[in-house]
């Protein structure tokens, strides 16, 4: 992914440089929603919507309610987004939630990984089907995936997955890359029926 389409957006780098800026705006004590957009700056939809993905997807996910924030954080984002606001808003009790500056730096530290690995494999694939109609359907996607994270919070791994679902809906919307969109619906659809699995299992042991 090159840095001239975050510029698109009004972000100057690629997802290292959006890894390597969280990392700065948790160099406090403790870190709020509202230092890490101040650093990202929040007038692009994108870049703002991936930062609780990853955030979600890295180890803090395991602190209560850590992923209620990210999720309501991520439909709010994707919410305007679907409704075409051209001006991102949050409420103060999402963008006032503080954490841990060490936790947050040494779980930021491990995105750098994924950053690279999407930053190196998010070239434009397919991008002649990344129309309106389906970055719509991404927008959406993302939403619900938002909104089911605090449901979720409580099955094991299901709001990281669903984190990255929605950080490759974002890349797929940004980079114009279809690969990444079905990825993204393949990692969604896996996250929404963990419940499922996870009450049929309750229910064959308890016939049992």
């Given at each position: ?37 101040d650093a990202i700056g929040d007038t692009s939809f994108l870049p703002v919507l991936m930062v609780p993905a990853l955030l979600v997807v890295s180890p803090l996910s395991g602190i209560p309610l850590f992923s ?141």
């Amino acid at each position: 992914m090159e840095a001239d389409e975050f510029m698109e957006f009004g972000q100057g780098g690629t997802m290292e440089e959006l890894v390597g800026k969280l990392g700065e705006a948790a160099s406090g004590e403790t870190v709020s929603f509202d230092d890490i957009l101040d650093a990202i700056g929040d007038t692009s939809f994108l870049p703002v919507l991936m930062v609780p993905a990853l955030l979600v997807v890295s180890p803090l996910s395991g602190i209560p309610l850590f992923s209620t924030v990210c999720g309501l954080t991520i439909a709010f984002v994707a919410g305007q987004m679907v409704i075409g606001r051209t001006r991102l808003w949050l409420p103060e009790a999402v963008t006032r939630r503080r954490i841990h500056g060490r936790k947050a730096r040494e779980a930021i530290g491990r995105l750098g990984g994924l950053a690279r690995w999407l930053d190196r494999h998010a070239t434009g694939h397919g991008s002649w089907a990344m129309r309106r109609p389906i970055r719509k359907g991404c927008e959406i996607a993302c939403l619900v995936c938002g909104l089911a994270m605090p449901f979720l919070e409580l099955v094991p791994f299901s709001s990281s997955i669903l984190g990255l679902s929605v950080l490759l809906f974002a890349v797929a919307m940004l980079a114009r890359d279809a690969l990444f969109m079905s990825m993204g619906a393949l990692l969604m659809a896996t996250a929404l029926s963990l419940p499922f699995y996870a009450i049929s299992a309750v229910a064959a042991a308890a016939a049992s």
